[in-house]
T-cell receptor, first 113, second 119 residues
Framework: AQTVTQSQPEMSVQEAETVTLSCTYDTSESDYYLFWYKQPPSRQMILVIRQEAYKQQNATENRFSVNFQKAAKSFSLKISDSQLGDAAMYFCAITGTASKLTFGTGTRLQVTL | NAGVMQNPRHLVRRRGQEARLRCSPMKGHSHVYWYRQLPEEGLKFMVYLQKENIIDESGMPKERFSAEFPKEGPSILRIQQVVRGDSAAYFC?????????????????FGAGTRLSVL
C-alpha cells in the first residue's frame, strides 16, 4: 500500500514571495511517480508538476519546482513569485504499477497582498 | 481537443433514490478512473476501468456502488439507494492506452467533478 502525508493543513504567503509545501510518502515499489495537483475553488483538479522516481533531477515548471529526496521519501513543492491565482488546495499524490493515484489530505494555500 | 467531461455538475437526490454519474474521457483515452472526495478531504480512489473491463475496484464500497465503461458511450458510476453519507464530489480521470503519451508517464487528466447532495 502507498501512503501520502501532508502535514500542513494551511499555509499563507505574500504575493511575490516564495512558499514551500511539504509532502512525505511511503511505498514499497521501486518504480513510481509523484505529482502535485492544484484544486482551486472551481474544484477542477489541475496537474501542477510530475516527478519520476528514477530521475534524480528535480522537476521544474515555470514558477513551480520540487525538492525530491528519495531516501527521505520527501517531495516538497516550491512556488516562487507567488500570485493571487495560486491560492488553492494543493494535493500531493503518488502512483505506481497499480495505476491508481493515492492522495494526501491537502494544503490550503492563501496568498495575501 | 475537449477535456474529460463529467455530467451533471450537480446532482441532488433523496435518500433511497439512484444516482447516475457520467464521464466521457478525453479523445483517444481508453482508461477511466473514478475518485471520491468527501468535504475537507483528499481524493480517494474507487475504481479503474478500461473499455468493457473493470481492472481494479479495490476502492469501491461492496454494496450499492457499481461502475461500467461500455464499448460505446461514457463511463457510468451508479449509486443505488443513496444515503446521506454518499454526499461528496465524484471525480473522473482518464489516460491514454498503455505505452502512449501521458499513460507512459502515468498522467491522469481530471474532469470538473460531480457534486452529489443527498437530502
Amino acid at each position: 500500500a502507498q501512503t501520502v502525508t501532508q502535514s500542513q493543513p494551511e499555509m499563507s504567503v505574500q504575493e511575490a514571495e516564495t512558499v514551500t509545501l511539504s509532502c512525505t510518502y511511503d511505498t514499497s515499489e521501486s518504480d513510481y511517480y509523484l505529482f502535485w495537483y492544484k484544486q482551486p475553488p472551481s474544484r477542477q483538479m489541475i496537474l501542477v508538476i510530475r516527478q519520476e522516481a528514477y530521475k534524480q533531477q528535480n522537476a521544474t515548471e515555470n514558477r513551480f519546482s520540487v525538492n525530491f529526496q528519495k531516501a527521505a521519501k520527501s517531495f516538497s513543492l516550491k512556488i516562487s513569485d507567488s500570485q493571487l491565482g495560486d491560492a488553492a488546495m494543493y494535493f500531493c499524490a503518488i502512483t505506481g504499477t497499480a495505476s491508481k493515484l493515492t492522495f494526501g489530505t491537502g494544503t490550503r494555500l492563501q496568498v495575501t497582498l | 481537443n475537449a477535456g474529460v467531461m463529467q455530467n451533471p455538475r450537480h446532482l441532488v437526490r433523496r435518500r433511497g433514490q439512484e444516482a447516475r454519474l457520467r464521464c466521457s474521457p478525453m479523445k483517444g483515452h481508453s482508461h477511466v478512473y473514478w475518485y471520491r472526495q468527501l468535504p475537507e478531504e483528499g481524493l480517494k480512489f474507487m475504481v479503474y476501468l478500461q473499455k468493457e473491463n473493470i481492472i481494479d475496484e479495490s476502492g469501491m464500497p461492496k454494496e450499492r456502488f457499481s461502475a461500467e465503461f461500455p464499448k460505446e458511450g461514457p463511463s457510468i458510476l451508479r449509486i443505488q439507494q443513496v444515503v446521506r453519507g454518499d454526499s461528496a464530489a465524484y471525480f473522473c480521470a482518464s489516460s491514454p492506452p498503455i505505452g502512449q503519451g501521458a499513460s507512459s508517464k502515468n498522467i491522469q487528466y481530471f474532469g470538473a467533478g460531480t457534486r452529489l447532495s443527498v437530502l
